[in-house]
């Protein structure tokens, strides 16, 4: 089976920092992007941003959604088949339950993702 282990939510406050990680695991991982989405009560799921690589090429291509470009960055650590999440300079506005999902190619679609995390809470308190 595959596998994607959410893990680093909590609580801070507005301005603060939180990094969210996204493991994968169970074997061959076809998928080559990992997007970042987010939802809160009463609202649509949102793409927050999104990293995509190839094994034949060395630099990974990253897209944010204009609210948190700037603020949150898309890492990837292949050695771990880890994708991280950085989140600075919080604000109220980002509070969510935060989801990564994976797939082939990157995508702001919510639809296109193949695989999902069990999603994590982030509270931003003014």
């Known amino acids: 089976q595959v596998q994607l282990v959410q893990s680093g939510g909590g609580s801070v406050q507005a301005g603060g920092s939180l990094r969210l990680s996204c493991l994968a695991s169970g074997g061959t991982f076809g998928a080559n992007a990992v997007g970042w989405f987010r939802q809160a009560p009463g609202k649509e799921r949102e793409f927050v941003g999104g990293?995509?690589?190839?094994?034949?090429?060395?630099?990974?291509?990253?897209a944010y959604a204009d609210s948190v470009r700037g603020r949150f960055t898309v890492s990837r650590d292949s050695a771990k088949n880890t994708v991280y999440l950085q989140m600075n300079n919080l604000k109220p506005e980002d509070t969510a339950v935060y989801y990564c999902?994976?797939?082939?190619?990157?995508?702001?679609?919510?639809?296109?993702?193949?695989?999902w995390g069990q999603g994590t809470q982030v509270t931003v308190s003014s």
């Open positions: 990293i995509s690589w190839s094994d034949g090429w060395s630099a990974a291509m990253s």
């Open positions: 999902g994976s797939r082939r190619g990157i995508s702001r679609d919510e639809n296109d993702y193949d695989y």
